[in-house]
């Protein structure tokens, strides 16, 4: 049986391999090329680093043993022990570096890895200088167990999180988002990834080169290829790796980690079909929409209720022009109801909302002219909770009338006046936990006196102009289409009624002083673009507003295609061009033709009609899809026989990435001496340098093709 002092030597002597090979390993980084079986030796570096935090901290308390000194066969042990700890220590720095190789980067490893030499180096110095003055070697066993706590703590981060140690202490209450403020990728998608993904795909562990804990990341993709293309199944990573058999080495996430649940598979499908876009709000997408429905219960306002739904002929028929009534969300009982339209507005239809006044929850009169009618009907309504009068003359008698409306949590009567005797009847609203009643003629004692009547009530009183000033909302475009044939009323309005609206026809911004201010509706007869802007006294002027607006002009008697488009994006092919159909900028995979490894070349023909002299492009941008403009747009014509160019164009391309929108490019044609027209639209070959995906490249979409005198 061997010695003690043959173990202490052997112990010793051991020690300094492992300093050896962690100087050759650290020194040597990535260069150094080790072979695949050390892998497995690498991989054990979290079960072999329990060995040294306990032998470790447990020869460090024989350090603390009083008179020490005068037993030593209790000194003995303790060095052993801990010499033991120093072997252990060595073994796991080893096996962490060769662990680090794989596909671990970040701040937190380079702590861990550069605490855990520090830890290693700390053994082997305190155990040489073990013999010092006991008050140094207690001083700087305490600092070594500091350094085993703190490394031991950053590895638990790379693997856990780093919140895996406090978590149980911090506060998990979850904000709840209201349904109209919610965003698909922020509320929906993240915490899917967060749940699932993260783990293996963050600062610190960044495996198949993919980081997926911010949206930089997202965008970049991984080694294996872009993490999501908008409407591309096919190219996406994301979509690729979750539906492949879970016992594919592929597969994500991994078999041995928690699986995505059938809704979450849905979900993540659903947004990259949807356009896969980081900045959409919920609530934008079409109730109809798969990825609305499945999305919209999480939030505010989807609460379960008991009651029976109404006879869905019954909604069928009060759904009109000038009233909406919608489910409160998908599948729920709860009904919305809407009215809009002030000139359709027929005070006597209210009474036809008695057949669903078991149902309804939330309605919306605003901007409504309510003066005189009588609101007592509302009470028939035991189970309305939110109500919208913004702006709709209500005189005293009928705010009485609400302030007996013992369900409702939400009122909204902006624009309204407020007298003495209307403020004493909402004071007696307790059941109230949103009031809106900015514009109200309230004055600051009329305010105090009603929040301290309300103090659970959340009170907006509105905008006060104290030495702050805020941003404009943007003006509101109205048009009844975008492509016309005749003329085109477009209307420009803002909730603001003092807003001054400016604008332009020829697509530049407006400003305060030179643009048109607008007064009565806007009547076009041409192709071009409306740019809208507020201006207001203590405002910020508002951000841009823009529309499209197309006039359908002249249609070739004979129109094709050279190549055809990419078979994801065909649409109806050629005929798509010329249907006065404008496809929506979110949705790229329906009534848009794209084109990327060919250009788009069209030959029209205008045999026994007026020849064009401008022609108009309705293009898709969408830099993070790799939708761009094209890099060059030919027009020619047929002369006597040889092609002549009339016109071109390079379109600028964005120096960032913006949202999905559709863009409106107008060509002057330099004569009308023509027979037949070749237009040329050259899909971008390469992407930017600032693209996640520089160098690949682009596609360009476009719907619509218009000719005009």
């Known amino acids: 049986m061997l010695k003690i002092s043959s173990i202490r030597s052997i112990l010793e002597n051991t020690l300094f391999v492992w300093i050896g090979l962690t100087l050759i390993i650290t020194l040597a980084g990535n260069a150094l090329v080790l072979p695949d079986w050390l892998q497995v030796v690498g991989r054990s570096h979290p079960i072999l680093l329990h060995f040294p935090i306990v032998l470790l901290l447990m020869g460090l308390l024989f350090f603390w043993i009083p008179g020490i000194d005068n037993k030593p066969e209790i000194r003995e042990i303790g060095e052993i022990s801990f010499l033991a700890g120093c072997n252990f220590a060595g073994i796991t720095v080893i096996a962490g570096l ?15 890895k550069w605490g855990g030499i520090a830890v290693f180096a700390g053994c082997i110095l305190l155990y040489f200088f073990r013999s010092s ?7 700087s066993s305490i600092v070594l167990a500091f350094a085993i706590i703190a490394t031991g703590h950053w590895g638990a981060g790379l693997t856990h999180g780093e919140d895996f140690l406090l978590a149980p202490i911090i506060s998990n209450e979850v904000e709840v988002i209201p349904l109209a403020e919610a965003e698909i990728f922020n509320d929906v998608v993240q915490p899917i990834l967060q749940a699932k993904c993260v783990s293996c795909h963050k600062e610190g562990k960044i495996k198949g080169e993919l980081r997926l804990d911010h949206i930089e990341g997202l965008q970049k993709g991984g080694k294996s290829g872009p993490f999501v293309l908008a409407g591309d199944f096919e190219k996406s990573l994301l979509i690729q790796r979750i539906n492949l058999p879970e016992d594919d080495k ?29 900045e959409q709000k919920l609530v934008s997408l079409p109730a109809e929409n798969e990825l609305y429905q499945l999305a919209s219960v999480k939030f505010e306002g989807n609460k379960i209720y008991s009651f029976d739904a109404a006879d869905p002929d019954d909604i069928a028929e009060l759904n009109t022009s ?3 009534i919608q489910p409160l969300f998908p599948e729920s009982p ?24 078991d149902q309804v929850v939330r309605l919306s009169l605003n901007k409504m002219p309510l003066a005189g009618i009588d609101l007592k009907f509302l009470k028939d309504f035991k189970h309305l909770e939110e109500l919208q009068l913004n702006f709709t003359d209500l005189e005293p008698e009928q705010i009485k009338t609400i302030s007996e409306l013992g369900t409702l949590e939400v009122l909204a009567i902006s624009g309204n006046e407020i007298d003495q005797a209307s403020l004493e009847n909402i004071s007696k609203m307790k059941s109230l936990k949103k009031l809106y009643v900015w514009s109200t003629g309230m004055n600051d004692q ?14 907006d009183f509105g905008f006060d102009g104290k030495g702050i000033i805020y941003e404009l909302n943007s003006p509101i475009i109205s048009q009844a289409e975008m492509i016309y044939q005749d003329s085109l009323e477009i209307k420009l309005s803002h909730p603001i009624k003092t807003a001054e609206i400016r604008y332009t026809l020829d697509g530049t911004d ?6 048109p201010v607008y007064s009565q509706p806007i009547f076009v007869t041409s192709t071009g673009k409306i740019v809208a802007k507020a201006y207001a006294n203590n405002w910020k002027g508002s951000k841009v507003k823009e529309s499209v607006y197309i006039h359908s002009g002249i249609k070739p008697s004979e129109f094709s295609l050279l190549y055809e488009p990419n078979s994801k994006y065909k649409a109806s092919g050629a005929t798509t061009l010329f249907d006065l159909v404008k496809a929506e900028a979110a949705n790229h995979g329906q009534k848009w033709l794209g084109f990327q490894d060919q250009p788009m070349v069209l030959e029209v023909d205008f045999e026994n009609l007026k020849k064009a002299k401008e022609m108009s492009l309705s293009l898709l941008y969408n830099e993070g899809a790799h939708i761009f403009p094209p890099s060059k747009v030919t027009v020619q014509g047929l002369e006597n026989g040889k092609w002549v160019q009339l016109a071109s164009n390079s379109p600028e391309v964005s120096p960032k990435a913006l949202s ?7 060509l002057e044609l330099e004569n009308t001496n023509y027979e037949k027209l070749k237009i040329t639209l050259t899909p971008l070959p390469h992407l930017p340098k600032w693209h996640p995906n520089a160098g690949s490249k682009g596609w360009v979409f476009v719907d619509e093709v218009i000719f005009n005198e």
């Open 250 to 278: 592929k597969h994500m996430p991994p078999k041995n980690k928690a699986q995505l649940t059938e809704e979450e598979l849905l979900i993540l499908s659903e947004w990259v079909a949807s356009g896969a876009s980081f």
């Open 510 to 515: 407006p400003d305060s002083l030179t643009s």
């Open 334 to 357: 709860a009904l919305d109801v809407s009215y809009f339209g002030i000139s359709a507005f027929q005070p006597e239809s209210l009474t036809d909302l008695k057949s669903v006044k």
């Open 98 to 112: 060769i662990l680090a190789q794989e596909e671990y980067t970040g701040e937190i490893l380079t702590w861990h």
């Open 133 to 139: 003055k006991a008050n140094y070697i207690r001083i």
């Open 660 to 666: 999905a929108r559709s863009e409106l490019l107008t």
């Open 446 to 459: 009329d305010q105090e006196s009603l929040q301290k009547a309300l103090p659970e009530t959340v009170i």
């Open 322 to 324: 000038f009233r909406s």
